[in-house]
Structure formats: structure tokens, C-alpha cells
């Protein structure tokens, strides 16, 4: 069987962030059978239909490596009970033009972490509200709300809590076998 591909979008493009550094160990996690690879977005214009014609290249780019995936792992911020304005922005440009959207069929899943108490629950949650209107098929189960600790991803990019490591790696293998369940899926419908 081939190599799955796997898009990561991150919703912070700040220096330090902690979605990055958790999406980092998340893909490090990942088997001999997947490829994860960061989808750039912070390098997108500010979407405006008027900016549609001709497409700005960044947004062809990520257009491109998006339909290039064989599935999605969107790793959120929350801010103000929601996700990013970032990870907002790359949802409009991808979802454009209208019912061409780059999502459409895509297999993804969600992580996210903070320091607050309820984590990312609320960000998600709008998240796969948002993830649906385009497209995304969502496998939510097991929930990544991880409480972010300075101690929860080392310098290397390892999970040193064998705890931790273990419910993290069973969300990275969850999403890689419903990448490879719905892409199967995909390669057989179109054969």
C-alpha cells in the first residue's frame, strides 16, 4: 500500500506557538505508513472575492497541496471561544471558488491545545461546524484537548510523559486509519 499524505494546518503562525510545537510532536508520531506535511498559510492574502481573479499564488499553492493530501489534521488555537482568524482565512481561501471547494471529500481530524481549562473545546467545536459546511469528513473520536504544560513537549520535539505520548499516539493512529479508510475509499470509487 502506498504511503499516506497527511496536510497539517496550523492555526498560529506566532513565534513559539504552542499549536505549532504540539503539531510538530503529532507528526512525529506518525508511523512508517504516513507522510505529514505543514500546509503554509500564513503567507495568504486576507480573502476578498475581489482578490478571486487571477488567484493570488500562495492560495494556488495551498489549494494544490490540499487536493495533493490524502487527509487533513487541523491543529487549533481558541481564541475568543473560537478558532483562529488565521485558520479562518485559509478555510475561505481553500473552500473558493464557490463549489470548488479544495475540502470537498477530504478525510481530517482535529487537535488543539492551551492553558485555559476547557482547552480547546470550544474552538473545535466551532471548528467541525465550520469543517463540515466544506466539506471535511471529521473522525472525532478520540478528542484532543490537550492541557498545554511547558513540560508536555521537549526541546527535540519528543512527548516525554509515557502517559501523555500513549493518548496523543492513539489520536495520531486514529487519524491516520480514517485517512486510509476514506482515501481507500476514494481510490476504489474512482477506479
Do not use: C
Not at 498560529?12 to 500546509?39: H, T, Y
Request: aromatic share 6%.
Amino acid at each position: 500500500m502506498a504511503r499516506l499524505s497527511i496536510g497539517v494546518i496550523v492555526g498560529s503562525a506566532r513565534k513559539g506557538s504552542i499549536n505549532q510545537k504540539l503539531a510538530e510532536a503529532l507528526m512525529k508520531l506518525g508511523g512508517p505508513e504516513v507522510d505529514f506535511k505543514q500546509l503554509k498559510i500564513e503567507d495568504l492574502p486576507l480573502f476578498n472575492q475581489d482578490l478571486e481573479e487571477p488567484v493570488p499564488a500562495p492560495v494556488e499553492r495551498f489549494r494544490k497541496e490540499i487536493r495533493a493530501s490524502d487527509g487533513l489534521l487541523f491543529i487549533t488555537p481558541e481564541y475568543n471561544r473560537s478558532t483562529t482568524p488565521l485558520l479562518l482565512n485559509a478555510i475561505s481561501w481553500g473552500s473558493r471558488p464557490y463549489a470548488q471547494s479544495s475540502f470537498a471529500g477530504k478525510p481530517g481530524a482535529i487537535a488543539g491545545t492551551s492553558g485555559g481549562i476547557i482547552r480547546t473545546a470550544a474552538a473545535q467545536a466551532h471548528l467541525r461546524d465550520i469543517l463540515g459546511v466544506v466539506g471535511v469528513h471529521l473522525t472525532i473520536q478520540p478528542e484532543a484537548y490537550v492541557h498545554w504544560t511547558d513540560e508536555l513537549v521537549a526541546e527535540d520535539g519528543s512527548i516525554p510523559s509515557e502517559q501523555q505520548r500513549e493518548l496523543l499516539k492513539r489520536k495520531v493512529d486514529s487519524v491516520v486509519a480514517w485517512v486510509g479508510q476514506v482515501s481507500g475509499s476514494a481510490a476504489k470509487k474512482a477506479a
